[in-house]
Every structure is written in structure tokens, then in C-alpha cells.
């Protein structure tokens, strides 16, 4: 089982930047890739951006990149989303996730999600 627990969530104006987290418990050890997804209202939810374990590799859906950054920290089994230059677009709540698998972009490679946490960009 683990447990993930996303924050750092709010409300910001175009252009901004958020800086999201998400910490990990229980048997960690199990998932090689943590994600980023983002689902907003009447819409499914989305990858945005992975990073694995193992090696550090980080993957990113193509209109976060450039803008977002994921990057971990295993010793604190914390993953970060650094969200810069937001659009409008980016609204939605913000969800992470673990993965047995080194990657992937679909949700249902993910068994272990978070609580999610909203992110509001005004225009």
C-alpha cells in the first residue's frame, strides 16, 4: 500500500508560478514512477508530467514543457511539480499517483492516488 498526500495548491494569476508536492508513504519502494495528472471540470483527467525512481528520468505531456518541472526527492519520498508561467489552461485539480511501471502516461497504469489539489489560474 502507499499513501500519497498532494499540497501547495491556490489560486494565482496568469503567468504565475505554483510550486506543488506531494508526499509518499507505506511501501514506496514498490513504485518506480510517480506522476503528475490534472483533471478540470467536465474533463478527463490528464497526464501531465512523470518522474521514475530508479534513474531520475522525467517525461512531460507536450503543453506543460518548457513551463513545468517535476523533479524528487527519494530520501524524503517527496515528488515536486514547479508550475511556471501558468495559463488559464492549467486550471484543474491536481492529482499524484505511483506506478509499478518506469512509465507511462495512462491512468490506469497508476494503482496509489492522492487526495488531489486544486490549482486556480485567473487570466
Known amino acids: 500500500q502507499v499513501q500519497l498526500v498532494e499540497s501547495g495548491g491556490g489560486l494565482v494569476q496568469a503567468g504565475g508560478s505554483l510550486r506543488l508536492s506531494c508526499a509518499a508513504s507505506g511501501r514506496t519502494s514498490t513504485r518506480d514512477a510517480m506522476g503528475w495528472f490534472r483533471q478540470a471540470p467536465g474533463k478527463e483527467r490528464e497526464f501531465v508530467a512523470s518522474?521514475?525512481?530508479?534513474?531520475?528520468?522525467?517525461y512531460y505531456a507536450d503543453s506543460v514543457k518548457g513551463r513545468f518541472t517535476i523533479s524528487g526527492d527519494n530520501a524524503k519520498n517527496t515528488v515536486y511539480l514547479q508550475m511556471n508561467s501558468l495559463e488559464p489552461e492549467d486550471t484543474g485539480t491536481y492529482y499524484c499517483?505511483?506506478?509499478?511501471?518506469?512509465?507511462?502516461?495512462?491512468?490506469?497504469?497508476?494503482?496509489?492516488w492522492g487526495q488531489g489539489t486544486q490549482v486556480t489560474v485567473s487570466s
Open positions: 499517483a505511483a506506478s509499478r511501471f518506469s512509465y507511462s502516461r495512462g491512468t490506469a497504469s497508476y494503482d496509489a
Open positions: 518522474i521514475t525512481r530508479s534513474r531520475g528520468n522525467t
